[in-house]
């Protein structure tokens, strides 16, 4: 194993993943580039992945992680999703959307509600979120007052127990919402996942970098 010194130190060009469904569709599109990620398991508990062959790192982290990894320069590129990214506003370049990883960012409440709510009415609203400054700004902009309760999961949850009516959260299949008798209001934004560089990275590696995401455009 090697020292945190020399991680910082050597030559190897590396990327912060997302556990989970994010990193296997992005180690899908880095095989149909031709790099070779099959030194990389997502089944064992190891964190790390190097192939100095191929002259690449893989670092295995939360998604809400990648961006301090990125910014923070652990990592020279991450993969993110947009609602991560615009959440923390972090100080990064985001040179290539991958188009995996698409959902949307919208605002929900119980179908009973939404038969005699009127949203051009509302002055003063309460929402559960895992994106506290998105939903603030959106309905900031439009001059409503919202008071957030913060959750980090099952968000659908909220309105059933009373936390609260209304609730902002990612919808793909919109299944979960069905499930727990919620409807779209609006939709605030839509997502994806997209590739993220450290600033200094760029300016010190910069052919490296670029032929990375130049094979890897080629196969989005
Ligand atoms: C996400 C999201 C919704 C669900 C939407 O949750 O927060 O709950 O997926 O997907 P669907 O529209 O296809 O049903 P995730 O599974 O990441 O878990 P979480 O509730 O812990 O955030």
Avoid at 57 to 72: K, L
Avoid at 91 to 117: S, T, W
Avoid at 141 to 157: A, D, F
Avoid at 202 to 219: C, D, G, N, Q, Y
């Amino acid at each position: 194993m090697k020292s945190s010194e020399n991680i910082k130190n050597d030559k190897l060009l590396t990327i912060a993943l997302p556990k989970g469904r994010i990193m296997k569709e992005t180690l899908k599109l880095l095989e149909r580039a031709g790099i070779d990620t099959s030194f990389v398991s997502s089944t064992d508990r190891r964190l790390i992945f190097e192939d100095p062959k191929e002259g690449l790192r893989f670092m295995i982290v939360r998604g809400q992680d990648v961006p301090t990894y990125v910014e923070y320069g652990a990592a020279d590129l991450g993969v993110a999703g947009k609602d991560v990214l615009v959440e923390q506003a972090r100080d990064l370049y985001e040179p290539l959307n991958l188009g995996i990883g698409a959902c949307r960012m919208v605002v929900a409440e119980p179908a009973e509600l939404k038969e005699v709510d009127n949203p051009s009415l509302w002055t003063h609203i309460r929402v559960a979120t895992k994106y506290p400054e998105i939903t603030t700004k959106h309905f900031l902009s439009k001059g409503i007052q919202v008071e957030i309760i913060k959750l980090y999961g099952s968000i659908e949850l909220a309105p059933l127990l009373g936390l609260s009516e209304r609730i902002v959260d990612l919808v793909e299949t919109g299944e979960t919402l069905k499930s727990n008798g919620l409807v779209e209001v609006e939709t605030i934004m839509e997502i994806t996942s997209v590739m993220v560089c450290n600033r200094a990275s760029l300016k010190t590696r910069p052919r490296r970098i670029k032929e990375f995401l130049e094979r890897l455009s080629a196969v989005i």
